[in-house]
């Protein structure tokens, strides 16, 4: 993971650990490509997903029928927590995997040279995303969750096939998630890569259209302690 520099900050900074000698490279390069996105934009452009009490509380109500069901076989001290990394796993997924797309696109088509160690990292997340439909993660997962971050995988499977050229999205061929998936690549394809203002713009395209726009706001890039991470 990347830690962007803030202006009282004199470096960035990228931690790893337990990589495989095979992608390594590819990864730092990904990781740059964030740094270079968010780096490459004036310092009010520059925002970074937040979730407030109220936005938890609107995510709360939106799924509060699935999460009393499964209150029947899964006991309340551990629904809360697992409500935590349900709500904080879909935003991250949301608000990383456009970004993603770009970076491995500008990846794929400058740095030849990074291909072969970026088709490691992708089939891994590929891999890692089709695990998502297994029917244990589908039986104590709202099924808002569970569709919502499929769909989201679906996009990534659908982006990357056709960056790569490799079929990724045949796992997804019996499910309902294509049809909303390739609408959320079509958002990325129809539009020239512009950099970070636009993935907030794209970011928010895929919230409208998956109903999550009331589950986060935009805060700026300066105002987050620098001790973030540590």
């Given at each position: 993971m990347v830690k962007i520099a803030r202006e009282n900050m004199p470096s960035?900074?990228?931690?790893?650990?337990?990589?495989?000698?095979g992608n390594?490279?590819?990864l730092i390069a990904h990781e740059c490509g964030h740094i270079y996105r968010m780096m490459s934009v004036p310092t009010e452009h520059r925002k970074i997903p937040a979730s407030s009490v109220g936005n938890r509380q609107i995510a709360i109500t939106k799924i509060e029928n699935e999460l009393h069901e499964l209150?029947?076989?899964?006991?309340?001290?551990?629904?809360?927590?697992l409500f935590e990394i349900w709500f904080n796993g879909i935003i991250k997924e949301l608000t990383n995997?456009?970004?993603d797309m770009r970076i491995e696109k500008w990846i794929f088509d400058n740095y030849p040279e990074l291909r072969k160690?970026?088709?490691?990292?992708?089939?891994?997340?590929?891999r890692e995303n089709v695990h998502a439909l297994s029917l244990d993660i589908k039986n104590m997962t709202p099924v808002f969750i569970y569709d919502t971050a499929n769909i989201m995988n679906y996009a990534f499977a659908l982006f990357m096939e056709s960056l790569v050229g490799k079929k990724y999205t045949?796992?997804?061929?019996?499910?309902?998630?294509?049809?909303?998936?390739?609408k959320l690549v079509k958002?990325?394809?129809?539009?020239?890569?512009?950099?970070?203002k636009q993935d907030i713009e794209i970011i928010n395209k895929w919230s409208n259209l998956l109903g999550l726009t009331d589950w986060f706001y935009w805060t700026d890039f300066e105002d987050?302690?620098?001790?973030?991470?540590d």
């Open positions: 960035h900074l990228i931690y790893y650990k337990n990589i495989s000698p390594i490279d590819h209150s029947k076989n899964i006991p309340i001290d551990k629904l809360n927590p995997f456009p970004v160690a970026q088709k490691i990292t992708i089939e891994k997340q590929i045949s796992p997804y061929k019996r499910t309902n998630y294509p049809e909303v998936g390739s958002f990325l394809n129809d539009t020239k890569d512009e950099g970070y987050v302690p620098v001790n973030y991470f």
